[in-house]
């Protein structure tokens, strides 16, 4: 049971160029979502799902699209990078509903845009 | 507007002392808490959690956490600190059943002194 797994762990774009960050979960869980981590600004959200084939945008959705073709997998594509996009990008995953559910995160990958 | 304060970024104590680290939220539907710990280049890891019940909430790794309605805060605390427990500390909140929305606080950097 590996969690949840992030590829790469470590990228560096030029400006402009285009990217796919991985996400993938073994743990049969509904909901999915993709966070940014910048310095003093916490966690923010950039995109969720509930199921495969439904996604929605969350705070900071600008410059990133999402897909979710099957459970397990939720990548993140950046169309066109660009400086403000450097940051360190977590990936999680939950099951729906239920008090004792959780969200579980995956390495994270950290991203640098030149 | 929903949001989490976490108003202290960079606490240190000594090995052995107590330690309080201090959440107040913001939340117009019945917030389920969560406190979540990142040591460095890690992703994130559930420290404990609560939705209902008792407003005392155990933990791994020793924390527990207290709900005060009242005051809007969800406070983490620990009787005696390690310095394995050096790491940054989040707040985060979200509803019912939608724990791919999270809205997490900025983060509490804890350093531990021998």
């Known amino acids: 049971n590996a969690g949840v797994t992030q590829t790469p762990k470590f990228q560096v774009l030029k400006t402009g160029q285009s990217m796919t960050l991985q996400c993938a979960q073994d743990?049969?869980?509904?909901?999915m979502s993709w966070y940014r981590q910048d310095p003093g600004m916490g966690l923010r959200l950039i995109h969720y799902?509930?199921?495969?084939?439904?996604?929605d945008q969350g705070e900071v959705p600008n410059g990133y699209n999402v897909s979710r073709s099957t459970t397990e997998d939720f990548p993140l594509r950046l169309l066109s990078a660009a400086p403000s996009q450097t940051s360190v990008y977590f990936c999680?995953?939950?099951?729906?509903?239920?008090?004792?559910?959780?969200?579980?995160f995956g390495q994270g990958t950290r991203l640098t845009v030149v | 507007a929903q949001s989490v304060t976490q108003p202290d970024i960079h606490i240190t104590v000594s090995e052995g002392a107590s330690l309080e680290l201090r959440c107040n939220y913001s939340y117009g539907a019945t917030p389920y808490l969560f406190w979540y710990v990142q040591s460095p280049g890690q992703g994130l890891q559930l420290l404990l959690k609560?939705?209902?019940?008792?407003?005392l909430v155990q933990g791994i790794k020793g924390f527990e956490a207290e709900f005060k309605r009242s005051q809007s805060s969800f406070n983490l605390r620990k009787p005696s600190v390690h310095w394995s427990d050096a790491a940054e500390y989040f707040c985060a909140v979200g509803s019912y059943g939608a724990t791919n929305k999270l809205i997490f606080g900025t983060g509490t950097l804890l350093a531990v002194q021998p």
């Open positions: 743990m049969n869980h509904e909901y």
């Open positions: 999680a995953s939950s099951y729906r509903g239920g008090k004792n559910t959780e969200a579980f």
């Open positions: 609560y939705f209902s019940g008792d407003t």
């Open positions: 799902s509930v199921g495969a084939g439904i996604t």
